[in-house]
């Protein structure tokens, strides 16, 4: 199971994982990084798609199967060393990687309570900020300064 997740960890940690990517940050052989993915795949139900060709795509993880939500899973991934694993292959997690994770997720858990208590319906299953791009981060920015600019200013216009 350590190659397993050695290799989940890289399809989280690199922003559009290939078998090359995944090889080169883990230290493991393609063979294993198939059989890896396999077994995630077929043992706990991680559903992992190929995006785009054989030669140009990548991985992505649609599903976390049997990890249900991944919330745990995810931030263990994020905060796994893959160079001390790619050197003595042992699974080490950057600890402070892991505590600034986890205060993450109770700080957004906590802002979305309040926009509840507030009476504003926040998303849980919105997008992963760590998957995007710099410009679609940018122009998610934008959307959500647009539509609150345009709340706020028909909310004061109506008072």
């Given amino acids: ?37 396999k077994n ?28 249900e939500s991944g919330k745990k899973v995810l931030r263990k991934a994020r905060a796994l060393n ?8 042992t699974v080490t997690y950057d600890s402070n990687r892991l505590k600034k994770l986890y205060s993450d997720e109770v700080k957004l858990n906590n802002y979305r309570h309040s926009l509840k208590l507030e009476g504003f319906q926040a998303s849980i299953d919105g997008p992963d900020l760590e ?4 410009n679609e981060r940018r122009k998610l920015r934008e959307d959500i300064k647009r539509k609150f600019t345009r709340q706020h200013a028909s909310s004061a216009s109506s008072a």
């Fill in 82 to 89: 893959l160079d001390s694993y790619k050197n003595d292959r």
């Fill in 40 to 67: 995630l795949r077929d043992l706990l139900d991680v559903r992992i798609s190929r995006i785009g060709s054989n030669k140009t795509g990548y991985y992505h993880i649609d599903s976390w199967g049997a990890f």
């Fill in 1 to 37: 199971m350590n190659y397993e997740i050695a290799v989940l960890a890289a399809l989280v940690q690199l922003e559009k994982p290939t078998k090359p990517s995944i090889t080169g940050k883990t230290g493991i052989s393609d063979q294993r990084v198939n059989l890896a993915i």
């Fill in 131 to 134: 998957q995007l791009s710099k």
